[in-house]
């Protein structure tokens, strides 16, 4: 009997057929529940759990029709919204308690065998789902911890340019041979290819940019 209010559990695996069927929205799994639930598929199969809603964010309203990224496998706490006597009823899952490690107990498969996950680490990939490259292979470290510098080049602009090399450092240019992208605006002052006011120029139309 489930008497406390809030509780954790693991949703039991290939939860995606109410993601795909076009039916559903895909905003519901069944999950077995620590204290609530036994541990033995024998005892109590998964396909005898009941269905916990997971909420969503405002920004996944009817609109955007958008579902659960819930689909079995996943450590999940929760709380229930009604009761009834003694016992709680209807449960939502609040969140997903996150994996730290790539290690597994058991696979998807055998978890459906056994009609129960038995709240081991299950392995999260099956089927269509298979993992992506940086889900299991880490990337090189960076050969440097300073910060990025942009360069011209990240702005589009040609290392061999003019704009770039009035990028790299200043110069002083009259305003009759602005570089490429420069000019003057209405009111006199120079500006960069952003449209950005730069300087006036002085008596002789010269500018340093």
Not at 1 to 13: A, L
Not at 89 to 118: C, H, M, Y
Not at 121 to 140: A, E, L, N, T
Not at 189 to 197: F, L, S
Request: hydrophobic letters at 30%.
């Amino acid at each position: 009997m489930n008497k406390d209010r809030f509780w954790t559990g693991q949703v039991p695996p290939y939860q995606d057929n109410n993601k795909s069927d076009p039916n559903t929205w895909g905003s519901r799994v069944k999950v077995r529940i620590v204290g609530v639930h036994p541990q033995s598929g024998a005892i109590t199969p998964d396909s005898h759990l009941d269905y916990a809603m997971v909420p969503h964010p405002t920004s996944q309203g009817s609109f955007s029709r958008g579902s659960t990224g819930i689909i079995g496998g996943e450590l999940v706490y929760g709380m229930y919204l009604n009761k009834e006597g003694d016992e709680w009823k209807d449960p939502i899952i609040l969140g997903v308690l996150p994996r730290t490690l790539g290690v597994f107990d058991i696979t998807a498969e055998e978890a459906q065998q056994n009609s129960s996950t038995e709240f081991k680490r299950i392995q999260p990939f099956w089927g269509d789902i298979q993992p992506q490259s940086w889900q299991i292979q880490g990337g090189p470290p960076p050969e440097s911890q300073e910060p990025t510098v942009p360069t011209p080049a990240a702005f589009g602009l040609g290392p061999d340019s003019e704009a770039a090399t009035a990028a790299a450092e200043p110069i002083t240019v009259n305003v009759n041979n602005l570089p490429t992208g420069w000019s003057v605006d209405s009111t006199g002052a120079v500006v960069n290819p952003g449209n950005q006011i730069i300087d006036f120029p002085d008596e002789n139309g010269n500018v340093t940019l």
